[in-house]
């Protein structure tokens, strides 16, 4: 089966500086990766997925994530940090019917 | 464009009682998943429907869990005879359907949280 882990349960980050939230996949086939964000008592919001093409793909809220199949990653980023990018991110791996998640990362920004 | 919506978003209920909660999908969406998310964790995958039909679901989902799509529109999930362990969020989902392994992102609600006391 498909699977993702986040191997760091939390980041913490200075405004302004970059910040990098991990990911690593295990999958037969074609991986279709995707990166969400959740807010305290919020669902899920979708930033970005790779299906194909690019390794670097672009998403919302000025992140992005690079694909590296040598290393069977998909590391979410941002250039420039902000305090409002604090919030719960989940890594996931489409699976034959449905999406598989990591166990989640907390992003803390401190001003 | 209205989003996944579900209803209630909160609700407390005493051990033993019945929940059910309801969950709208995007319009021209045919495919509805819901998804459970205790304190901590990632979404964990209860069951799928592809317009009406329930095609796939979690070993999680016990006899007392029972998900619906009558008409291939809305959906409603009951729980019977509540536990405490029930209490979570429970997330409702939908996207696109393609065959197996589509690519179609799966975009979510707001989420229904339960707390069974």
């Known amino acids: 089966a498909q699977s993702v882990a986040q191997p760091e349960d939390q980041v913490n980050v200075a405004e302004g500086n970059p910040l990098t939230v991990k990911c690593t996949y295990s999958v037969s086939g074609n991986p279709y990766l995707f990166w969400y964000v959740q807010y305290p008592n919020r669902g899920l919001q979708f930033l970005l997925k790779y299906i194909t093409g690019d390794n670097l793909v672009k998403g919302s809220y000025g992140f992005e994530a690079e694909f590296n199949k040598s290393q069977t990653s998909f590391h979410l980023k941002k250039p420039s940090a902000l305090v409002s990018d604090s919030a719960l991110y989940f890594c996931a791996v489409r699976d034959i019917n449905d999406m598989r998640f990591g166990a989640g990362t907390r992003l803390t920004v401190k001003p | 464009d209205t989003g996944v919506s579900q209803d209630p978003r909160h609700k407390i209920t005493k051990r033993g009682q019945n929940v059910t909660f309801r969950c709208d999908p995007i319009?021209?969406?045919?495919?509805l998943y819901w998804y459970r998310q205790t304190l901590g964790q990632g979404p964990e995958f209860l069951t799928y429907?592809?317009?009406?039909?329930?095609?796939?679901k979690s070993r999680l989902l016990s006899d007392r869990f029972s998900a619906e799509r009558p008409k291939g529109s809305f959906s409603t999930l009951e729980i019977q005879r509540t536990e405490q362990g029930d209490s979570a969020m429970y997330l409702c989902a939908s996207s696109l359907g393609q065959g197996q392994g589509s690519g179609n992102t799966i975009y979510f609600g707001e989420g229904s949280w339960l707390t069974v006391v």
């Open positions: 429907f592809q317009n009406e039909a329930q095609l796939e």
């Open positions: 319009s021209e969406h045919n495919r």
